[in-house]
């Protein structure tokens, strides 16, 4: 069965600095996608960014950017310039393919990040 | 487009009663997924459909949770009768079949059970 695994709790960032979030995953599959999803005190899950497994080149969204490490299983989120408002709970998904057609996602315990001003 | 619509966004109630959520999703999306998030904890489902039809619902404590799509749109998921370890947020998502589609999500329900 496939895992999850995000080790930091929390982090703080100063604003306008660089943060890295990790996540790592154990799945025997090849083919699978990989996602950040922010969690603000709304409670409202946001996508942040997306990763094809299948991709070599790492998924950047703006500020937004992922270090993927297809071998190592492990894909993280690095922050840049942090504002306020990235604020909030960020969670690392894996997503594999059903038989049905749909899709099985697989969350991570989440990381609180803190951003200061 | 509209989001997925939840309700209600707070429910407090007492042990051993009932409630029912409601998830309306994305026009369009055949894809629908409830989880259940315990604070500091990440959401885990506990039950897709696909239309009208569930596609997994290994995790659904049955004997007292239950779940429903009858026309392939909005669905309830009730708890009857509630415990105190039911208390969490329910996140009701949805997604088209498309590998492209990422999840959407509701705004969710806390649930608090005294």
């Known amino acids: 069965a496939q895992t999850v695994t995000q080790s930091q709790p929390e982090m703080s960032v100063q604003e306008a600095e660089t943060v890295t979030l990790s996540c790592t995953y154990d799945?025997?599959?090849?083919?699978?996608?990989l996602f950040w999803y922010k969690q603000p005190p709304s409670r409202q899950m946001i996508l942040v960014i997306r990763?094809?497994?299948?991709?070599?080149q790492n998924a950047t969204e703006n500020r937004f950017s992922v270090n993927f490490q297809k071998a190592a299983k492990s894909f993280s989120l690095k922050i840049s310039d942090s504002q306020l408002g990235d604020a909030a709970m960020y969670f690392c998904?894996?997503?594999?393919?059903?038989?049905?057609?749909?899709?099985?996602?697989?969350f991570g315990t989440g990381t609180r990040l803190k951003v200061l001003a | 487009e509209a989001g997925v619509a939840q309700s209600p966004r707070y429910k407090i109630i007492e042990k051993r009663q009932s409630v029912a959520f409601w998830c309306n999703p994305i026009s369009g999306h055949a894809t629908l997924y409830w989880y259940q998030q315990i604070l500091g904890q990440g959401p885990k489902l506990l039950i897709q459909f696909q239309n009208n039809g569930v596609v997994d619902d290994s995790q659904l404590p049955k004997d007292r949770f239950s779940a429903e799509r009858l026309k392939g749109v909005d669905s309830t998921l009730k708890i009857q009768p509630a415990k105190l370890e039911d208390s969490a947020v329910y996140l009701c998502?949805?997604?088209?079949?498309?590998?492209?589609?990422?999840?959407?999500f509701g705004n969710g329900t806390r649930l608090t059970v005294t």
């Open positions: 998502a949805s997604s088209l079949r498309d590998s492209n589609s990422p999840l959407h």
């Open positions: 799945t025997s599959e090849s083919d699978y996608y």
């Open positions: 990763q094809e497994a299948y991709k070599q």
């Open positions: 998904a894996y997503r594999s393919a059903l038989m049905s057609g749909t899709y099985k996602y697989i």
